[in-house]
């Protein structure tokens, strides 16, 4: 192993992606509605390898147990929602989480729990909620300023958020749809908590 050199593998664009769907459709001979890998791409927002082929395993795993051999377009918005954002596609995105939480440390991970899930059910991180939310937080070996530094940046250099004009959103529109899914509930966005 310490022979290999390490492989970015950056995500595709969309006609990348959509010849990919396509591509496995053929092979696993499934008809596609028209519009049907156009629409995968548009909902994963950004088409990293592995969420192209993991949505469209998801459609075929759906085809197999509804009798179908062509993938529509209800067919994708319900494979989306109730298999990729349910208990089927945590295991596989669950991940990301895990890996936040390793390289982060458990000291600052908290505030980052917090940061991604504002940015998801709010669907903007905004400088203001991010002075809300880092208030509650005291770190032992850090500043909340280096805290709150250190975790933008890895959130960024590892493709998480984006910075835009307003603030920080999730690259991955499915990664922001399943942090949501999994966290919306119990929480109340920073600017509506009165601190």
């Given at each position: 192993?310490?022979?290999?050199?390490?492989?970015?593998?950056?995500?595709?664009?969309?006609?990348?992606?959509?010849?990919?769907?396509?591509?496995?459709?053929?092979?696993?001979?499934?008809?596609l509605e028209?519009?049907?890998?156009?629409?995968?791409?548009?909902?994963?927002?950004?088409?990293?390898?592995?969420?192209?082929?993991?949505?469209?395993?998801?459609?075929?795993?759906?085809?197999?147990?509804?009798?179908?051999?062509?993938?529509?377009?209800?067919?994708?918005?319900?494979?989306?929602?109730?298999?990729?954002?349910?208990?089927?596609?945590?295991?596989?995105?669950?991940?990301?989480?895990?890996?936040?939480?390793?390289?982060?440390?458990?000291?600052?991970?908290?505030?980052?729990?917090?940061?991604?899930?504002?940015?998801?059910?709010?669907?903007?991180?905004?400088?203001?909620?991010?002075?809300?939310?880092?208030?509650?937080?005291?770190?032992?070996?850090?500043?909340?300023?280096?805290?709150?530094?250190?975790?933008?940046?890895?959130?960024?250099?590892?493709?998480?958020?984006?910075?835009?004009?307003?603030?920080?959103?999730f690259v991955?529109?499915?990664?922001?749809?399943?942090?949501?899914?999994?966290?919306?509930?119990?929480?109340?966005?920073?600017?509506?908590?009165?601190?």
């Open positions: 192993m310490n022979n290999f050199e390490p492989f970015e593998l950056k995500p595709w664009d969309e006609a990348t992606a959509c010849g990919c769907v396509e591509a496995l459709a053929a092979n696993y001979h499934l008809a028209a519009g049907v890998p156009e629409k995968m791409a548009d909902m994963l927002g950004c088409c990293i390898p592995h969420h192209v082929q993991m949505f469209f395993r998801h459609a075929h795993d759906w085809c197999k147990r509804h009798h179908l051999e062509k993938i529509t377009n209800q067919d994708v918005d319900n494979v989306y929602n109730k298999e990729m954002l349910s208990i089927r596609g945590h295991a596989e995105l669950t991940h990301y989480e895990e890996r936040l939480k390793m390289v982060l440390g458990e000291e600052i991970f908290p505030l980052a729990l917090e940061l991604l899930t504002e940015t998801a059910v709010v669907g903007c991180l905004t400088a203001e909620a991010i002075a809300v939310l880092s208030q509650s937080f005291e770190f032992c070996t850090l500043s909340v300023q280096d805290a709150k530094t250190q975790i933008l940046e890895i959130l960024e250099h590892d493709g998480y958020l984006e910075r835009g004009e307003g603030g920080y959103c991955s529109k499915l990664l922001g749809d399943w942090w949501r899914a999994r966290y919306e509930f119990a929480y109340t966005p920073a600017l509506r908590r009165g601190v």
